[in-house]
Structures are given as C-alpha cells and as structure tokens.
C-alpha cells in the first residue's frame, strides 16, 4: 500500500501542479475568475448544489463554468433558467418537497398515489427543459416492513410511473445511500437491493444513483462494485470517507482510480462532486475535485 506522502506524489502527477498547490494551501477565492481550465473531456463533472447552498446559485454557475464543469444538480424547477443561461445544464433534477423526501419514498404502499401525482409533475418538468435524469428514493425500514416486502412494494409503485417516465424519455433514478451514518433506516442502502429492483421493473428508465461515498461506507469494494454493476448505475457522486469532506488525500478513497473505472466502463454521464467543502474557500475545494477527478 502507498504510503501517505507516496500517494501525494501520485496525485500532484496526476492533476498537475495547480491542482497540487490545492492539496496544500487551497486557491484563491477568485480563482473561478481564471481562464476555463482545460479538462481531459473523459468525465463529465456536476456538482451538487446542496453542498453549496451559501453561495448564490448564480454565481455557483458562473464558478462552474469557468472550472470546465457542465452541470450544477439536484435543483427543483423553478432554478433550471439560472443554470441554463450559463450554458450548465442540470444532470439531476430533484425531487424532494415538505411531503416526500428520503425517508418517505416507494416502499410504502400509502405513499404511492401521492408520488405517482408528484413524479408526473416532475417527470413533466424535466423533459419540458429537455433534461434526463430525476433522482427518487426508497423510503426507510420501519419495524413491520421488511426488506423483501419493500422491494416488492417500490417495484409496485414504480411500475405505474415508468411507462410515463419512458413516454417523456426521463429516467427515475434511485439513489444508493448509507443506513449506518446519515440515513439511518434507509432500505436502498445496498447495491444488490437496488439492482434487484432494476431487475424486477426490466426497464431502461429505471436506474440507481451509486454515491460512492455511501456506498464506501456500506460496503467497500468500490472498483469491483462499478465493474460488476455498471449497467444499472446512470449517475455517480463522490464524497470524502470517513468526513465526507474535499475528496484529497486526508481521505481514505483514492479517486484517480474509480474515475479511470468508470471511464473504462463507457460511461457517458455525469459524475457529480457531493463532498461538503470543509475548507474556508468552497471553490478552491470543489476546483480541486474536478482536477482529481479530471482522468
């Protein structure tokens, strides 16, 4: 195994002097204000909008742009003009409000009527912008639901919502989160519960959000996971373990290699940066994710 200064090495070769600078002492908080950088075009950078919510979402946008990143996600309707007008576009469309979330998804056969009125909404919202992806959820354990008995119910709900989903070309896409630290109860928490879902509604419409942080925690083996699933993830976040902070070498996941992974396996979405900057310069944090990222 390398050794902490080793694998500091390695990343300064990888990212170039810039983005080593950035391991270090961080950059300037001007430093969107720079030329565009100049991005290997191997990975399609987002960056999650929720990690960034003191900034203004416009000049979210702007600092996006100039770092070569396409996409700002997980924003509702009413922010798609912001983005848009900056050339971004969203890769992943929101989905939560004060009545369905996280904990109140698909595994619960009450919820359904009243997601299958909301998803159409935003199914209907999604494809009029002309975008792709809207994320949804699970829904959490509760003592008289199992596991078994949850699938069975998501598969039921969705299956009356993905024909429409497949009539506007919009995929609903389940995210892979951690029942251990952040989201405790969460059902979607492993990847074969997931693609065993996918399996069961057999349509490309279909997919999981793998966030490679959750999933660090959860289950490790992150390389092998991607190389063997791949075909069910439609979208990827990143995230520090165990801090969920800057993506760098104070963290234990070596990024280069699972964004040459992912590369390797065809992928042509989005990877979407979701650590919380823990540094004071926010940008300087995220522009040092692109460039580690950047394979």
Known sequence: ?????????????????????????????????????ALKGNINHS??????????????????????????????????DIVKKHGLTCAMVSSINKDWGIEKGWNKKEHHKGHIEWYKYLIDETSKAGLKNLICFSGNREEDLSDEEGL????????QIIPYAEKKKVTLVMELLNSKIDHHN???DMTDWGTELCRMLDSENL????????????????IRTIKDNHNYFAHYHTGGVPDRAEIDDTQELFYPAIMKTIAATGY???????????KADKLASLKQGVLICDV
């Open 152 to 159: 069975e119910n998501c598969a039921e709900g969705l299956s």
């Open 207 to 222: 997919k999981l959000l793998f966030d490679i942080y959750h999933m660090q925690i959860m289950e490790g083996d992150i």
């Open 186 to 188: 969460y059902m979607c």
């Open 268 to 278: 042509k979405g989005f990877v979407g940066q979701e650590f919380i900057p823990k």
């Open 1 to 37: 195994m390398q050794n902490k200064s080793n694998r500091r090495e390695i990343m300064k070769k990888l990212i170039g002097t810039a983005a080593a600078i950035t391991l270090t002492d961080g950059l300037s908080a001007h430093a969107f204000d720079e030329a565009p950088l």
């Open 47 to 80: 960056v999650c909008r929720w990690c960034y919510d003191t900034i203004p979402l416009e000049d979210l946008a702007k600092a996006a742009k100039e770092m070569g990143i396409q996409s700002v996600e997980l924003l509702n309707v009413n922010e798609f």
